[in-house]
């Protein structure tokens, strides 16, 4: 795993790799991952665990132990689906994090629902407040690429941008 | 600076990956190893998984729209046959 995030790497850009509320758990799993980014030289800067908050929100003190020892070794981590748990605010606050990925149904309602890009924006400024990068995920038009541009969203992600492409 | 790994097969049978970091000033090299077993079991269980299509594996960019590049690449895995996971969750 490391390997290949190492060479999808060598374009110069970071890898986010999504972790699970059962890789979470699964305690041999995490051991053998931090000691696989722990040995490869470098990589650790380069990658980025996405927790989803439907994973944290499972075991908040598991998700926070992880981020925290992934972060020892340089790794960013990023709250994915944000806004589809409970208690959101809790988990910005409370989680080590570096980047925040707002759900792609808040996303898909900023051209026609004016609460959805309130909400969007609000967490846009409320994150960069807390010195947190906003990354919009399910971005599928223009018109709503425009309008994350105006919310002062940092990163678009979705099929307008990017389809995923097999590895 | 160059660098390589090799396997090697210890007293008692086992193999252990070592991975070599060489390097010259052009009159002599020096090397260094450490041993990277256990990251390569994990790397050729999921590239193993990968090439026998038990695990599909996309990636999927990120972009900056100020500076209109890529600025990652987030990596999606799903098992064969399943709705959805993700790299890690399968390998658990």
Redesign the interface.
Known sequence: ?????LE?GDNG???????????I??TD?ME??I??VG??NGAAARL?F?ITETAALANIGGAREVAERLGRLGCAIALDDFGTGFASLTHLRDLPVQIVKIDARFVAGVRSQPADRALVQGVASMARALGMRT?AEGVEDEAT?ELL?DCD?????GYL??????? | LVGFENRFRTKDGEYRWLSWHAYSDGDMWLAAAADVTERKLVTDDFEQAIAEERLLAYRQPIVDWRAGEVVHEELLARLRGRQNGHVLSTAG
């Open positions: 795993m490391t390997m290949r995030g999808l850009r970071n890898v986010a790799i999504n972790l699970s509320s059962r890789s758990a699964g799993l053998e991952l000691q696989a040995h490869a980025i996405e990354v690429y541009k969203i940092d990163w678009m992600q941008v990017g389809r995923p492409t097999p590895i």
